[in-house]
Structures are given as structure tokens and as C-alpha cells.
């Protein structure tokens, strides 16, 4: 019993570090995201084709760092490669204030602000680590708070970030995102040393070749993924052109559906431990295929506005739920599952912007809302047909103690 207390107690006093990592970390990532396309364009004078290479370097980079930095965890978990991933784009958004070479941008890109998308999969892998300590469900439960403040940090930044512009333009803006960055090294610092996960069986290595279940569920991840974002393209386009709306129901439209994901992933904590994840899963997908029907069909504010909501619950109940999922599938790889889920959406980034503009282009926007919908569903389908997790890792016991008084760590 005194165990069981000891890793509750341990959980609490490090749970508030991880909130605050997670905090910061979406806070960087929303300030700056909506607006480096226009940094590009605006400030560094590029064409829309010299933009589109910019990001895709980045998303590129983003995919191989992401992947490397999480086998470097699950080699030896410890805190360098979540350093790595957030102190990199720390030093690379400084950079970029420095300079509008084109070239220069693409070293930037490809060297420093790819690692930050790895920072999602590398700080989420250290929150497993740590909270796997705890008995009773404490890991995917409190994997679900951090989502929630995530999704919270997405509602905060962009206000932050229009007004690090407005008041000090792109210069202010770059600083206030590097400094953002550099910041989350403080609660990764206070984390303290990582601890070792006990183990059933001896393993010397991470198995190199992922599962069919894994890749079916990482596939069908992406398919969602590349929904969410390929809808995130059309719908302003469809809502003021085909729908004729005011450009600032848009943005009601948006907040609505960013809103709706907090209370949604909060919600899920609430579940039973017997409700299996990859139900609640499902159930999300198919909630998403019904939000672009509703869109597709609709025209009045009310109509757009139920459909936000149902799009934050389903978005809360697959990439919330996701990351536990995707880390039961892989328990003896924490690292590896993480950065599978995050380069599922790297990945579905990368496309989408095609699968929309392509779409939309030949046969308008409520086609391209359709079909992100059929993309969604096909998502559906590969979910039941990947195994669901063994109950034995749905329900996760506390590992045994290698010591009475102290749990081994690792260096970092």
C-alpha cells in the first residue's frame, strides 16, 4: 500500500512539470504556426512555390528527426532528446530573425525548426515514462489532462502570436516563439532524473519491424490526420465563397471547434477502465465522417456551429486517446509509438494541402468536404482491422520495484 502511495505522490509532484512543458510547447508551436507562411511571403519575399519548399523541408526534416530521436529514447530514456527537440528551434527561430536569404532559410529549416516538430512526440514520451510510476490508470489519464492543455495552448498562442506582430512585427514575433521554445528546457530540467520502466522479460534492443497492428492503427491515424487538415483548408474557402458567410464567421467556426476539444478530452478521463480505447476511437472517426457530411449538407450558422462541436469531440476522442492507444501497442518502445503517432500527422500535413487544393480546384469545395470525409472513413476501416490492444496492456499494472526505498533512474 505505502508503493501505491509513493507513486501517487511522485505522479503529483511531477505531473505539474509535464502541464507546463505541454503549456508552453503548443503555446510555440500555435503563435508561430499561422503565420510562417505569411513570414515567407511577407517578410523573405518569396514566391508561393519558394514558401511551399520552405515548409515541406521543414516537414521532411520534422519526419527523420522525430523518428531518430525516438529510438534515442527508447535506447535510454532521459531528457536530451525532449532538450533537443525544443532548445533546436529555440536557436532556429533566433536564427531566422537574423535573416531572409532563401538559401540560409532552408539550412535553418531543414537543421533546427524540423527537430521542434519532434518536440509533441519526445515531451508526450516522457509523460508515459513518468506516469507509468503511478497505479490506478494515472498514465492515460493523466495523458488525457496533458492533451486537454494542449488543445488549450492552441486557443492561447495565436492570440499571443498576432500580438508579438502587431507590436514588434516579424522580429518580435521570432523572439517571443524562440524564447517560448527555450523556456520549456526549465520544466524539462525540473522533471528530474527519468525513470526505468521495469520489464517482464529481458529485451536488449527494440524490436526493429513494427507489427501489422501498429501499422494498421498508425495508418489510419494519418488517413484522420489528413482529413482534419485538409478540411482545416477548405472550410474557410467554403464557408465565404460557396456559402457566401462573412469572412469572421470563419474565425467563430474555428474557436468553436478549438474550444470544444478541452472539456471533450477532460471528459475522457471520466471513462471506465473497462471501455476499451479503440471503441471510443472508433467512435470518434466515425463522428468526424458525420461532422463533413453536416458541413457538406448545411448552410445556416447554427448548422456550422453543432458540426464545430461534434469536430472538437471527435478530434479529442482520436488524437487524446490515440497516444495511449498507439503506446499499449508498443509498451517495451514508449519512444518509437510516440513518434509513430507524431509523424502520422507530420505526414497527413503534407498531403493534405494537396488532397484540397487538387479536390477543390477540379470539383469546388464541398466536393473536397466530401471527400475528407471518405478519407476519414477509409481511416474507419483500417481501425477494425488492426487487432485491439491485448487487456493485459490496456490495463496497465504497476511494475514491480527494483528497490524497496528508491526506483532506479536513468542518467538524464
Not at 482534419?228 to 470563419?250: E, F, I, K, N, Q
Not at 478519407?375 to 527494483?402: E, H, K
Request: glycine letters at 10%.
Amino acid at each position: 500500500m505505502r508503493m501505491v502511495f509513493g507513486a501517487g505522490r511522485m505522479v503529483e509532484a511531477k505531473l505539474p512539470h509535464l502541464l507546463v512543458c505541454v503549456l508552453l510547447l503548443g503555446i510555440a508551436d500555435s503563435m508561430i504556426g499561422p503565420y510562417l507562411v505569411l513570414f515567407g511571403a511577407d517578410r523573405a519575399l518569396l514566391s508561393p512555390l519558394q514558401v511551399g519548399v520552405f515548409l515541406s523541408v521543414i516537414a521532411v526534416s520534422g519526419l527523420f528527426v522525430t523518428s531518430w530521436l525516438g529510438r534515442r529514447f527508447d535506447r535510454g530514456a532521459g531528457r536530451w532528446p525532449a532538450l533537443v527537440a525544443v532548445l533546436a528551434p529555440a536557436v532556429g527561430y533566433l536564427a531566422l530573425s537574423t535573416t531572409t536569404s532563401y538559401a540560409l532559410l532552408l539550412v535553418i529549416g531543414a537543421g533546427l525548426l524540423g527537430a521542434g516538430l519532434a518536440g509533441f512526440s519526445q515531451v508526450f514520451a516522457l509523460a508515459r515514462t513518468h506516469l507509468d510510476r503511478a497505479s490506478g490508470g494515472a498514465s492515460g489519464r493523466g495523458t488525457l489532462a496533458l492533451r486537454s492543455v494542449f488543445s488549450l495552448a492552441w486557443a492561447i498562442g495565436p492570440i499571443l502570436g498576432s500580438a508579438a506582430l502587431a507590436w514588434r512585427g516579424y522580429s518580435g514575433l521570432l523572439l517571443l516563439t524562440s524564447l517560448a521554445f527555450a523556456l520549456i528546457a526549465v520544466p524539462l530540467l525540473l522533471l528530474g532524473a527519468t525513470p526505468v520502466a521495469a520489464r517482464t522479460a529481458p529485451q536488449s534492443r527494440t524490436p526493429s519491424r513494427l507489427q501489422r497492428p501498429v501499422l494498421l492503427v498508425a495508418a489510419s491515424f494519418m488517413l484522420f490526420n489528413t482529413a482534419m487538415c485538409a478540411g482545416s483548408v477548405a472550410l474557410p474557402l467554403y464557408v465565404t465563397r460557396t456559402l457566401a458567410r462573412p469572412d469572421h464567421d470563419v474565425g467563430l467556426l474555428a474557436s468553436t471547434g478549438a474550444l470544444a476539444e478541452i472539456p471533450a478530452a477532460l471528459g475522457l478521463i471520466l471513462l471506465p477502465a473497462r471501455v476499451r480505447p479503440q471503441r471510443v476511437i472508433l467512435l470518434g472517426m466515425l463522428l468526424f465522417v458525420v461532422y463533413f457530411a453536416l458541413v457538406a449538407a448545411g448552410s445556416s450558422l447554427p448548422l456550422l456551429i453543432a458540426a464545430q462541436v461534434a469536430r472538437g469531440v471527435a478530434i479529442a476522442a482520436v488524437n487524446a486517446l490515440g497516444i495511449t492507444y498507439i503506446q499499449d501497442l508498443m509498451p517495451e518502445a514508449t519512444g518509437r509509438a510516440t513518434a509513430l503517432f507524431g509523424n502520422a500527422f507530420i505526414t497527413a500535413s503534407l498531403v493534405s494541402g494537396l488532397v484540397a487544393g487538387a479536390t477543390a480546384q477540379a470539383l469546388g469545395y464541398r466536393a473536397a468536404l466530401l471527400l475528407c470525409g471518405l478519407i476519414s472513413a477509409a481511416g474507419c476501416l483500417l481501425l477494425i482491422s488492426a487487432r485491439p490492444v491485448p487487456r493485459d496492456l490496456a490495463a496497465r499494472a504497476d511494475p514491480p520495484p527494483r528497490s524497496a526505498t528508491t526506483p532506479q533512474r536513468s542518467g538524464n
